[in-house]
C-alpha cells in the first residue's frame, strides 16, 4: 500500500475512532482495539493491558474531537499517530474541555486498523 492511500485509511480510522467514542457504544470502541493493546488512558494513572481491562476505563458522557495530527510509518502495516485532540463534557453543570495529546500505534490486520497502543495526557499548561 502506498503512502498515500495509508494515510487516507489513517484519517479514516481516526474519524471513526472518534464518532465512536462520541457515540458512547462501548463494544464498537473497544472493536477499534487489538485483543493485546496497551492503553494509558488520560484519567487514570493504571496501564490498561488487553481488551478486556481497556473496555473498564471508557465511560460514558465525555466527547473527542481531533486537532492536529502526524503519522510515521514503521512497518508495512504499522504506523504511529501523535497528535492533539480535546475531551469536552458537563461536569457539575459546567462545561469542561480539556485539550489532550494523543499517539497511537496502530496495525492492519486482515484488511482491518487496529489500536496496538494508545497513549492519552492532558496537555500541560
Not at 104 to 124: C, E, M, N, Q, Y
Amino acid at each position: 500500500m502506498n503512502h498515500d492511500q495509508t494515510m487516507l485509511d489513517v484519517r479514516a480510522f481516526l474519524e471513526l475512532w472518534a464518532q465512536t467514542f462520541n457515540s458512547h457504544r462501548l463494544e464498537h470502541l473497544v472493536a477499534l482495539y487489538a485483543d493485546d493493546a496497551l492503553l494509558h488512558g488520560t484519567s487514570s494513572s493504571t496501564l490498561y493491558i488487553g481488551v478486556e481491562e481497556i473496555r473498564t476505563y471508557f465511560h460514558d458522557g465525555a466527547m473527542a474531537k481531533f486537532d492536529v495530527w502526524y503519522s510515521v510509518r514503521l512497518a508495512v502495516d504499522v504506523v504511529m499517530v501523535i497528535g492533539k485532540y480535546a475531551f469536552s463534557e458537563m461536569r457539575h453543570g459546567q462545561h469542561v474541555t480539556t485539550p489532550a495529546r494523543f499517539t497511537f500505534v496502530l496495525r492492519r490486520h486482515d484488511g482491518a486498523w487496529k489500536i496496538l497502543h494508545h497513549h492519552s495526557s492532558a496537555t500541560p499548561i
